[in-house]
């Protein structure tokens, strides 16, 4: 046989080899809809469309924060997924998030290869980025940033020369990042780097340390038309603050804004499912990605090991680094210190061994990084994919049976809900309800956020809270927290419950007709309900088992 055959056989195998990896990927990302935040930008979504494409400039969902003004710095996002869900549906919103999470690892892919020439080594860097990308499967505005980011990539570290015209594409791809989601101020701090980097470079001692960056004008034009693009987004000004203020005060409530050695001691990671990912393999895999990215460029600076790294390769690699370890949310960029580690690596073997060492460390790597992210797939990949197939939405994670019954029974007054169910609620009940608060940390403060998990854990001055300074009229709480138990029991009667959730409504008289809409809603249903007694599980399933099935009494989702 040809040497060409043989080559040609081989790169078909590659790509036969790479389109099955991806398709897998496809399915494994196809999940059910489990994020919190898809309601909210559903909704948001629609008040844009339906309102002549104007963005609201103040809340309209909470009725603690009525009013006030509120910065959109996702709304294209939100309009993207609005449409899509008008066109295709909920389906239509998995489609869209496999296939740019998909096209994600392709690009990255394209970047390893790029760099390092070598097909094995490139498709293990693939399957580690995608255990990486696994904790962000969300159908969230951040999913185009990891598509950018990849493209990001692919021009940054691996375009050798730069044509004028490729600064009209950039600019267009800025503009649009930034009105998708606020990642791109990211960008900009990574073209500061390499801006400055040039001049750093001329300096003692980093003249006979790092090598220079190439193409720096280009760079620094590409850093122009990012800052210009920021202002091309409403309220360019309010945005960046929103933003940035928003950092701090979610890193201080919500678990994924923690880092990733505090955030992965939660018990909701702790699952039996999770028991090999979560903490304890992507602990090791963070670890080893910093450690080697970090030995390797000690190897290049301190023994003078070639290739020399470009300082600005050097300083973006610890600045990803450095934002992995602030956050579990940012861990997948450590796809760029692992993409970077391997090209000098692979690049350093090339050109100081020969014979089987060349042939061998590398191959060594590349099994490593094969093995690593095989795991994926033996802890939680290949054997999702049925269920990803077979289910829409995690009905389980959500207030679905309360929702559906306070559709047909409209409740008077104020409302408690949980942080995390609250998008759910905005998206099937308003305008006919105002929720307590929703996911928007920065709009909603600390003050609030902070009161409501003293009310939902029972914590010290809950109970003047509730009767207090909110005064309740009904609150939706989850199965797992017992609050509502601690409050007299005369003051507060049971509703609805079932295997997730509770809705409890205050006794008094205001809420007396809130109390006969729920009895004359039961009557017709024929489900047993005692005005004074409230609801009781186990009278329901008795004396009307098929509706205590739908409703999910009996344990299960509901229907």
Request: contains cysteine.
């Amino acid at each position: 046989m040809a040497l060409d055959e043989t080559g040609g056989i081989e790169k078909t195998l590659h790509g036969v080899l790479l389109v099955l990896a991806l398709a897998l990927l496809f399915m494994v990302s196809f999940r059910p809809i489990f994020s919190n935040d898809i309601w909210l930008h559903l909704k948001v979504g629609e008040l844009i469309a339906n309102n002549h494409f104007q963005l609201p400039n103040a809340d309209p969902f909470s009725y603690t924060t009525s009013g006030r003004p509120w910065i959109l710095h996702e709304w294209l996002s939100q309009l993207i997924f609005f449409q899509t869900y008008e066109l295709a549906g909920f389906t239509g919103l998995r489609v869209l998030r496999s296939t740019v999470e998909t096209l994600t690892l392709a690009l990255f892919f394209c970047v390893a290869y790029r760099q390092t020439g070598r097909y094995i080594m490139s498709l293990g860097i693939l399957l580690v980025i995608a255990y990486l990308l696994r904790t962000r499967f969300h159908i969230r505005p951040e999913i185009f940033s990891h598509l950018f980011m990849a493209l990001f990539c692919l021009t940054y570290f691996t375009m050798r020369k730069y044509k004028s015209w490729f600064l009209l594409p950039v600019c267009l791809g800025l503009v649009v990042w930034v009105n998708l989601h606020s990642f791109m101020f990211i960008v900009i701090a990574i073209l500061f780097v390499g801006f400055i980097s040039r001049g750093l470079v001329l300096t003692w001692p980093m003249k006979e340390t790092f090598a220079k960056p190439s193409e720096t004008k280009f760079k620094g034009a590409m850093l122009a038309l990012g800052t210009i693009a920021i202002f091309v987004t409403p309220s360019p000004g309010d945005s960046l603050d929103y933003v940035f203020s928003g950092s701090q005060l979610a890193r201080s409530f919500i678990m994924e804004w923690q880092p990733i050695f505090i955030s992965l001691q939660k018990e909701s990671f702790l699952t039996l499912r999770g028991a090999i990912a979560f903490p304890v393999l992507l602990k090791v895999v963070v670890l080893s990605i910093i450690a080697i990215f970090l030995g390797s460029l000690t190897w290049s600076i301190v023994w003078k090991r070639s290739p020399i790294w470009p300082l600005d390769h050097a300083l973006i690699g610890l600045m990803m680094s450095a934002l992995a370890l602030s956050a579990i949310r940012f861990v997948w960029l450590l796809a760029v210190p692992l993409l970077l580690t391997v090209r000098y690596f692979a690049a350093a073997f090339d050109t100081n061994n020969t014979g089987k060492k060349r042939g061998l460390v590398p191959g060594i790597v590349a099994w490593l990084l094969l093995s690593t992210g095989t795991l994926f797939w033996i802890n939680t990949g290949i054997a999702t994919i049925p269920l990803n197939m077979r289910q829409i939405i995690e009905n389980d994670r959500y207030p679905t049976s309360v929702a559906h019954i306070l559709k047909q029974v409209h409740l008077d007054g104020r409302m408690f809900n949980p942080y995390g169910w609250g998008g759910y609620l905005i998206f099937h009940l308003f305008p006919d309800y105002k929720v307590f608060l929703d996911g928007r940390t920065v709009l909603h403060g600390a003050r609030l956020l902070q009161d409501h998990y003293t009310i939902l854990h029972g914590n010290q001055g809950y109970q003047s809270l509730i009767d207090k300074t909110y005064q309740f009229d009904f609150m939706i709480l989850p199965k797992k927290y017992g609050t509502i138990d601690r409050c007299p029991t005369d003051s507060w009667v049971l509703l609805f419950e079932n295997y997730n959730s509770s809705l409890y409504l205050r006794r008094n008289q205001d809420n007396r007709s809130n109390l006969n809409r729920f009895a004359r809603y039961y009557e017709i249903n024929k489900v047993p309900f005692d005005t004074e007694r409230g609801f009781d599980v186990l009278t329901v399933i008795q004396n009307n088992p098929e509706w205590a099935r739908r409703y999910g009494l009996q344990g299960g989702s509901a229907a």
